[in-house]
């Protein structure tokens, strides 16, 4: 029975896909380095957001070997605004390990630093057909509906560790990259989180949530509790360039941000030189389950952003003239604040 399921699911959703895939940059003439960018840019990213940011990767970085030899500083600025700047680290460090030995298998994919089980299914199945399936949110959320999964899980992982069979069961085996590509569309423009289009589904014939009016409870998952914080920070300028220092929460969320510039954290020994001025902006970010508010102050004295960083308190600060910040590796977040607090 699961086996006429399984070939109905592949038939109907690969000609669905055949007539409706979105045309998108690293589909016209694919390419293992388009495909290999494209899945370390979508890894947190929505296509729609980063869409702009690969046009421009590829222009700055054609190939594995052009992004081989780019510094790290411009590689972690042409990635700004994306987030989670961990990924173009690793992208960069993989272009370069690529370089000097090529890989190609799932398995070899998996031992590159930063790529995981759906980054490396992804790239083996859509490069190299290698029938290894891809699981991801998406796919946890189609395969739930799909067969009607109404258990709750407590996190990701576990939902990976139950569906991830299944997804290698209906995976085709004979057209794996298509296959998979088709699953992510369907998950991405059909089968989405709010209001899925099941009227309009090509596999609706074979869904059996659809059928048992349980789409609303597939996937279930526990609620995590979100933690929020304050953070001070200064708005150190004077009349041609501003502070900035690398990241301190790129310390806390396992070095997502590390090397990446943010304006400086308020510290009692700073605040005992420059004093406390006012309070000037207020901004909110998140990364994993934690929120951040963000207070922006100026400082009380009058400053010179040169002088300062010979004190020890700003030593590991860097100075930025105005009209060099767009070529900042800075955070996203602080990247729109400072275009705003120079307005
Ligand atoms: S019928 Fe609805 S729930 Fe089932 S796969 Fe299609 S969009 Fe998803």
Request: proline residues 5%; charged residues 20%; contains cysteine.
């Amino acid at each position: 029975m699961r086996l006429i399921l399984e070939s109905k699911f592949q038939s109907l959703l690969l000609n669905w896909y055949s007539k409706n895939a979105r045309i998108l940059p690293w589909r016209s003439k694919p390419s293992l380095y388009k495909t290999v960018v494209s899945e370390f840019m979508l890894q947190q990213t929505q296509v729609k957001t980063m869409l702009p940011y690969f046009e421009r990767w590829m222009r700055l970085f054609p190939s594995f070997e052009a992004l081989s030899e780019a510094n790290e500083s411009n590689v972690l600025t042409a990635w700004a605004g994306l987030g989670y700047y961990a990924r173009a680290k690793c992208l960069h460090e993989c272009a370069r390990g690529f370089v000097k030995n090529p890989v190609n298998s799932y398995r070899q994919w998996l031992n590159c630093k930063g790529i995981g089980d759906y980054t490396a299914a992804a790239i083996a199945s859509i490069a190299f057909d290698e029938a290894v399936a891809v699981v991801d949110g998406n796919v946890i959320r189609v395969l739930c509906r799909l067969l009607s999964i109404t258990e709750s899980f407590k996190t990701k992982e576990v939902a990976l560790k139950i569906i991830r069979p299944i997804a290698n069961q209906f995976l085709s085996k004979t057209n794996p990259g298509k296959y998979n590509e088709a699953l992510m569309e369907l998950g991405a423009i059909v089968c989405t989180k709010q209001k899925p289009r099941c009227e309009v589904c090509p596999v609706k014939s074979c869904c059996k949530s659809y059928q048992k009016d349980t789409v609303h409870l597939c996937p279930h998952f526990f609620q995590v509790k979100r933690t929020c914080c304050t953070m001070q920070r200064y708005w150190i300028r004077d009349t041609h360039a501003f502070l900035l220092e690398p990241s301190t929460v790129g310390k806390v969320f396992r070095n997502t941000l590390q090397g990446l510039l943010e304006l400086p954290i308020m510290t009692p020994q700073r605040m005992s030189v420059v004093g406390l001025g006012k309070l000037i902006f207020t901004g909110k970010r998140s990364i994993g389950p934690k929120d951040f508010i963000e207070q922006i102050y100026s400082p009380q004295k009058q400053v010179n952003s040169q002088s300062l960083m010979s004190l020890p308190e700003f030593s590991n600060c860097v100075r930025v003239p105005f009209d060099q910040r767009q070529r900042l590796a800075c955070t996203g977040p602080h990247k729109r604040w400072i275009s705003k607090l120079l307005q």
